[in-house]
C-alpha cells in the first residue's frame, strides 16, 4: 500500500479554518484517497474521500494537487467536537479497473487539538 | 449513516480466560468485516478481514489460534481471543463494509479488554 506522510499535530482555534495537509507522493493512479478521524476512545469515522477532482461535504472538504502527490482536508469552521486524530489513507477501488478492494491500513495521523 | 454495533465496550477477564467480541451491523448487510487493535497512543493495526461464509484472512505476525473470527451472517461477526494473557490487552475495533455503499467502510465504537 501507498504510503501517506501527516504532521504529528496541529492545533487551531474554535471557529476558524484548519487545513490539514497529507503527502502521498507514491500514489497509483488507482488509488484513492479517504479521509477518517478518530475520537478519543471511540472508533474511526468516515470523512471523505476524492480521486481527482477536489470533494465537498457536510464535513469537509478534499482539496487534491494537480498530481496528486499531496492533498489538503479542509474543516472550515472548527469547532471543540473537531478535536480528534485525522488519518489520511490511500486505497484501491475496483471501479472500472476491477479486481478487489484495498484495505484502510492506517497511519499514525495528525492529532488535531482546538483551542477554544 | 450506516451503524456498527460492538458489544461489550469493555470487559475485564483474568489471564487464561477466553473473551468473545461481537460486532454487529445494525441497519446494513456486510459481506466483509475487518477487526483491528490499537495499543494506548498509537494508530490501529489490521488483524484480519472476514467474508461472510468463509475464513477469515489474517494479516502477517496475527496468530489465528489465538483470535478466531467468525462471520457468520452479513450482519455478526464475532473476534474470540482464546486464553487471553495481559498482553492482549488493547482497545479491539471492528468495521464493516456496506454491501451496497461499499466505498465507505463504517467502524464500530471499540472495545476495550483488559487482561489481569
Known amino acids: 500500500d501507498a504510503k501517506t506522510t501527516q504532521p504529528n499535530s496541529m492545533e487551531s482555534n474554535e471557529e476558524e479554518p484548519v487545513h490539514l495537509p497529507c503527502n502521498h507522493s507514491t500514489i497509483s493512479g488507482t488509488d484513492y484517497i479517504h479521509w477518517y478521524r478518530q475520537l478519543p476512545s471511540q472508533g474511526p469515522e468516515y470523512v471523505i474521500h476524492g480521486l481527482t477532482s477536489n470533494v465537498n461535504n457536510r464535513m469537509a472538504s478534499l482539496a487534491i494537487a494537480e498530481d496528486r502527490k499531496s492533498s489538503t482536508l479542509i474543516l472550515h469552521r472548527a469547532t471543540l467536537r473537531d478535536a480528534a486524530v485525522y488519518y489520511c489513507?490511500?486505497?484501491?477501488?475496483?471501479?472500472?479497473?476491477?479486481?478487489?478492494?484495498?484495505?484502510?491500513?492506517f497511519g499514525k495521523g495528525t492529532k488535531l487539538s482546538v483551542k477554544p | 449513516g450506516a451503524v456498527v454495533s460492538q458489544h461489550p465496550s469493555r470487559v475485564i477477564c483474568k489471564s487464561g480466560t477466553s473473551v468473545k467480541i461481537e460486532c454487529r451491523s445494525l441497519d446494513f448487510q456486510a459481506t466483509t468485516m475487518f477487526w483491528y487493535r490499537q495499543f494506548p497512543k498509537k494508530s490501529l493495526m489490521l488483524m484480519a478481514t472476514s467474508n461472510e461464509g468463509s475464513k477469515a484472512t489474517y494479516e502477517q505476525g496475527v496468530e489465528k489460534d489465538k483470535f478466531l473470527i467468525n462471520h457468520a451472517s452479513l450482519t455478526l461477526s464475532t473476534l474470540t481471543v482464546t486464553s487471553a494473557h495481559p498482553e492482549d490487552s488493547s482497545f479491539y475495533i471492528c468495521?464493516?463494509?456496506?454491501?451496497?455503499?461499499?466505498?465507505?467502510?463504517?467502524f464500530g465504537p471499540g472495545t476495550r479488554l483488559t487482561v489481569l
Open positions: 468495521s464493516a463494509r456496506d454491501q451496497v455503499w461499499s466505498n465507505e467502510q463504517f
Open positions: 489513507i490511500l486505497r484501491y477501488l475496483p471501479g472500472v479497473y476491477g479486481g478487489s478492494q484495498g484495505n484502510l491500513i
